[in-house]
Every structure is written in C-alpha cells, then in structure tokens.
C-alpha cells in the first residue's frame, strides 16, 4: 500500500524552462512534506518542505504547492538548470508517526542544455 | 564539521556472513533511521530510533537488527535471514519530530 505517490518515474526538461515534479498522498494524517534531491550513489539532500497549515512555500528557484483537498503537491523548478539533473523524492511526515519520513518512488530529472 | 558519517562506502560479503553497516552523527539528533534504497523502489524504512535506547521497526525490518547504546551512533546489522541483502543503504537523522531528516552518503553493500 504505497501512501505518498510519484507516478511520473522521469522528466524531462529544456534548460531556462519551469519544471513541475508532482506527488499524490493516500494518508489524510499527513501533516508535514518534504522534496529531497538525489545524485546516484549519494545520499538524499534536502530541498525544500510545507506544513499542512500552508498551500505554498518559496525558496528561491524552488516552490511547493500543496493541495489538501486533492491530497497533491508540486515541486517547481524556475528556472530549470542542468544542474538541477537528479532523482527528486517526495517524502510526508505524519500519520500516526511524526518521525517515520514515508517516500516516494521518485521522479528523475533530467535538464536539457 | 557538522553531518552523518556513514562507512564503509563500499562492502563486499559473502552469502551468509552477518554485516554490520556503521552510522554517526554529531548533530546531536535525537531521531536516527536506517533507509534501503532499490532500483525503482524508493526509499523504505528500515528501523528508526527517537532517543537512545530505543528503536522501532520500519516496513522492512525482517532480516534486520539495530542497537542505540549512544544518541551519536545506530549501527544496522544485516543478518543472514535478509533474503535480498544487496542494496544501497542509507542512514538519517533529525532533530526532532516534524522536521527534516538529514542523510549521509550510503553504503552500497553487495552481496555474493
């Protein structure tokens, strides 16, 4: 039963273009979601996150959009850079556990120069 | 400098052989997790622990055992009743609940 889901496994995008990573969720008790980037054989660094008291959260290049009501969020990227090239996981705290992170599958990224 | 220490990077074992997986932190996080990662599965939790001296399981913990005898150090052992043991293993932390969990660098463990 996978509660948080990625259902695009990849992406690909033109470098100077928005992309748009997007995340479903099953659980309603899900309070509190997180993006981490992934590089192969590295650990996952964090990106960015929003409480459920919130629909939008800003940091630089980075947003996150959340949509209770649809249990969806979004990660947007803007402007895309190479770099930016990596596996992106959703990831959501809560239900019943605040400290057991569930993940995604993953969306990998891929930026066009 | 700050962060979570996972060693070795690489690890080699043969079929059978009990592996222990080292992980520290000296962020002074109280929460600690052990994270397997497999080819288009994700990230599923292995064991995690909120303070010393305690631990839960995750969704995968069969084949598994941790120990949290100091709050910097939660090393994972895989025993030889993992059925799938080969993967790339990551360990977390956090500082509390709620908040993000930080990760170090895995071990890709292959077995043979």
């Known amino acids: 039963d996978q509660q948080v889901k990625q259902n695009s496994p990849s992406l690909s995008v033109q470098e100077g273009r928005i992309s748009i990573l997007n995340c479903d969720y099953t659980?309603?008790?899900?309070?509190?979601f997180l993006w981490y980037k992934k590089y192969p054989a590295e650990g996952p660094t964090f990106l960015i996150s929003?409480?459920?008291?919130?629909d939008k959260n800003e940091d630089g290049r980075f947003t996150v959009f959340l949509n209770k009501s649809a249990k969806h969020l979004s990660l947007h990227i803007v402007p895309s850079q190479p770099g930016d090239s990596a596996v992106y996981f959703c990831?959501?705290?809560?239900?019943?556990?605040?400290?057991?992170?569930?993940f995604g599958k993953g969306t990998l990224l891929t930026v066009n120069p | 400098d700050g962060g979570i220490t996972q060693s070795p990077k690489y690890l080699f074992r043969k079929e059978g052989q009990n592996v222990t997986l080292s992980c520290e932190q000296n962020?002074?996080?109280?929460?600690m997790y052990w994270y397997r990662q497999d080819p288009g599965q994700g990230l599923r939790l292995i064991y995690y622990?909120?303070?010393?001296?305690?631990?839960q399981k995750g969704d995968i913990a069969e084949g598994y055992s941790v120990s949290r005898e100091k709050k910097e150090s939660f090393p994972l052992t895989v025993t030889s009743a993992q059925k799938n043991p080969t993967a790339f293993y990551l360990c977390?932390?956090?500082?509390?609940?709620?908040?993000?969990?930080?990760f170090g660098q895995g071990t890709r463990l292959t077995v043979v």
């Open positions: 977390a932390s956090s500082i509390q609940a709620n908040t993000e969990a930080f």
């Open positions: 659980n309603s008790m899900f309070d509190y």
């Open positions: 929003i409480s459920s008291i919130k």
């Open positions: 990831a959501a705290l809560g239900g019943g556990s605040n400290y057991k992170l569930t």
């Open positions: 962020l002074n996080h109280d929460a």
């Open positions: 622990s909120q303070i010393v001296n305690d631990f």
